[in-house]
């Protein structure tokens, strides 16, 4: 099973086979899915995340927990940053030359990034 929580990230469940006879659920995401499931965050994943925020990257968990939601914890933490496209300062200019005095990025990700 295989769940996408919007603006969250996305829930799996492994099948017995794959995960050593006992069924376990995975989590990738951010802290609002993580503290949804119950899965604590360590202080090490904290200090990665600080730290991916600080140079501007994204960053997903992953993370599993038992079929009850105990035991949970993260296994891992993804960093990623997004390339500004080559295209993006003859946009900028274009409006600009449009009259548009002021041009701003909306995004879903933290104010650091």
């Known amino acids: 099973m295989f769940r996408s929580l919007a603006g969250r990230g996305i829930v799996a469940t492994l099948p017995e086979t794959i995960s050593g006879g006992e069924r376990m659920e995975i989590a990738i995401g951010n802290e609002v899915l993580f503290a949804e499931l119950g899965i604590p965050i360590s202080p090490a994943a904290d200090a990665v995340l600080a730290a991916s925020r600080a140079e501007a990257k994204k960053s997903v968990m992953v993370g599993e927990f038992g079929p009850d939601g105990a035991g949970g914890a993260v296994r891992g933490v993804l960093a990623y ?5 080559p295209e993006a ?10 009259g548009v005095n002021r041009v701003v990025m909306l995004t879903g990700d933290h104010e650091q990034v």
């Open 81 to 85: 940053a997004d390339a500004v496209r």
């Open 89 to 98: 300062a003859a946009a900028v200019a274009g409006l600009r030359r449009l």
